[in-house]
C-alpha cells in the first residue's frame, strides 16, 4: 500500500511548466527564395553579394545586391515611395538597416542613404539602404521584418 501511494505521488508530481521557448534560425539563404518571400523583386541583372534569412516569432530576412543605376531608378519607380517635401532616402536614416555584423556591413558603405517604408500593409518593414557601387552602378541594402 506504502509502495502504491508513493507511486501515485511520484506519478502525479509534475515538474514546473516550462515556457516554450522561442528559437530563431539564421540561415544564409538563397536571394531568390528569400525576395519572394519579401514580395521584392529586383532587375535581373542585380548581382547578389549577401542573403540571410530568419525565421522565428517574427521573420526577417537582410540581403545585398548590386545593379546598374539604370535599373535601381526602375526599381524606385514600382516602390511605395513615402509622400514628403523631402527627400526619401537619408542618412540620417541609416540606423534602421541595424548594426554591421559578419558579412552585413552597411556602416562601411560610403554614401549610403536609407528610407523606411511600411511594407503588406503595415504589417511589415521595408528598409532600403542604397549607396554608389562602382561606375553606374549602386549597393542595395535590403533589411525586411514582420512587425
Known sequence: ????????IACSASPAQEKPRMTTEKTQGDA?????????ELPPTAKSEFA???????????????MPM????????RLPMPESDQA????EANFHLGADKGQW????????ETVQLPWH?????LNL???PAGQDEVRLFIYWYQL
Open 121 to 125: 500593409g503595415g504589417a511589415e518593414s
Open 88 to 91: 526619401p532616402f537619408e542618412a
Open 105 to 112: 556591413t552597411p556602416g562601411k558603405a560610403k554614401g549610403l
Open 70 to 77: 539604370g535599373d535601381w531608378k526602375a526599381l524606385l519607380a
Open 1 to 8: 500500500m506504502l509502495a502504491t501511494a508513493f507511486t501515485l
Open 129 to 131: 539602404g542604397i549607396a
Open 52 to 66: 540571410e534569412q530568419n525565421s522565428g516569432q517574427d521573420d526577417s530576412a537582410r540581403l545585398v545586391a548590386v
Open 32 to 40: 531568390a527564395a528569400i525576395l519572394k518571400r519579401i514580395g521584392l
